[in-house]
């Protein structure tokens, strides 16, 4: 069974880097895309962006600026990194395997979250 | 971009009702169409993908349908366990997009 878990600060600055890592088991990481999503408090599901397993990223143009995310095939990690945070970036970050297969794409496998909070 | 728009945003129902939950895209998706169901303090768990398709491990009274831009996710009986929220997600072009989501409640 594929499960997955982020972990990094659960505490960030305003202006500073926001890093956060999704460690991957019961599975290869390097057979998949693999995706960031967050959600605010009370709000709903936003996108934040995905790296294939080609090594393509697709990031949300909102955030494209300011997002950067990597795979770490020895580790069975994926990163992101969100640099100049503000409050509003405060939110459930979660990590997501995307199944590609046949034209069709959706998160299959999620871990369980992790709050951000943006604060200085 | 495309814009995915759910309705209602809320509802409320009875143990034993039918609900159905619609996502209008702001463009032609095929059937590039996902629903998720979330519950307080837990990560979105994928019900239904390609617009019609169950995923493995969910209950048969959840169903979904249409094509397009226009998509419904139909829970046949509601039960206990099905009071959460539910989002729409696109897939046919980047950025994938969410729904608001739908707030199932207890009537």
Same mark, same amino acid.
């Given at each position: 069974?594929?499960?997955?878990q982020?972990?990094?600060?659960?505490?960030?600055?305003?202006s500073?880097?926001?890093?956060?890592?999704?460690?991957?088991?019961?599975g290869?990481?390097?057979n998949?895309?693999w %995706?960031w999503v967050?959600?605010?408090?009370?709000?709903?599901l936003?996108f934040i962006g995905y790296? %294939?397993n080609g090594g393509?990223? =697709?990031?949300s143009p909102?955030?494209?600026?300011r997002?950067t995310?990597?795979?770490?095939?020895?580790?069975?990690?994926f990163?992101l990194?969100?640099?100049s945070?503000?409050a =509003?970036?405060? =939110?459930f970050?979660?990590c997501?395997r995307?199944y590609?297969? %046949?034209?069709?794409h959706?998160?299959?496998?999620?871990g369980?979250g992790?709050?951000v909070?943006? %604060?200085? | 971009?495309?814009?995915m728009?759910?309705?209602?945003?809320?509802?409320?129902?009875?143990?034993g009702?039918?609900?159905t939950?619609?996502c209008?895209?702001?463009?032609?998706?095929g059937?590039y #169409?996902?629903?998720?169901?979330?519950?307080?303090?837990?990560?979105p768990n #994928?019900l239904?993908y390609a617009?019609?398709?169950?995923?493995s /491990?969910?209950?048969?009274?959840?169903s /979904?349908s /249409?094509?397009?831009?226009d998509?419904t996710?139909?829970i046949?009986s509601?039960q206990?366990?099905d009071?959460?929220?539910y989002?729409c997600?696109?897939s046919?072009s980047?950025?994938r997009s969410? /729904?608001?989501g739908?707030?199932?409640?207890?009537?």
């Amino acid at each position: 069974q594929v499960q997955l878990q982020e972990s990094g600060p659960g505490l960030v600055k305003p202006s500073e880097t926001l890093s956060l890592t999704c460690s991957v088991s019961g599975g290869s990481i390097s057979n998949y895309d693999w %995706s960031w999503v967050r959600q605010p408090p009370g709000k709903g599901l936003e996108f934040i962006g995905y790296m %294939s397993n080609g090594g393509s990223t =697709a990031y949300s143009p909102s955030l494209k600026s300011r997002v950067t995310m990597s795979v770490d095939t020895s580790k069975n990690q994926f990163s992101l990194n969100l640099t100049s945070v503000t409050a =509003a970036d405060t =939110a459930f970050y979660y990590c997501a395997r995307l199944y590609y297969g %046949s034209g069709l794409h959706y998160f299959d496998y999620w871990g369980q979250g992790t709050l951000v909070t943006v %604060s200085s | 971009d495309i814009q995915m728009t759910q309705s209602p945003s809320s509802l409320s129902a009875s143990v034993g009702d039918r609900v159905t939950i619609t996502c209008r895209a702001s463009q032609s998706i095929g059937n590039y #169409l996902n629903w998720y169901q979330q519950k307080p303090g837990k990560a979105p768990n #994928l019900l239904i993908y390609a617009a019609s398709s169950l995923q493995s /491990g969910v209950p048969s009274r959840f169903s /979904g349908s /249409g094509s397009g831009t226009d998509f419904t996710l139909t829970i046949g009986s509601l039960q206990p366990e099905d009071f959460a929220t539910y989002y729409c997600q696109q897939s046919y072009s980047h950025p994938r997009s969410f /729904g608001g989501g739908t707030k199932v409640e207890i009537k």
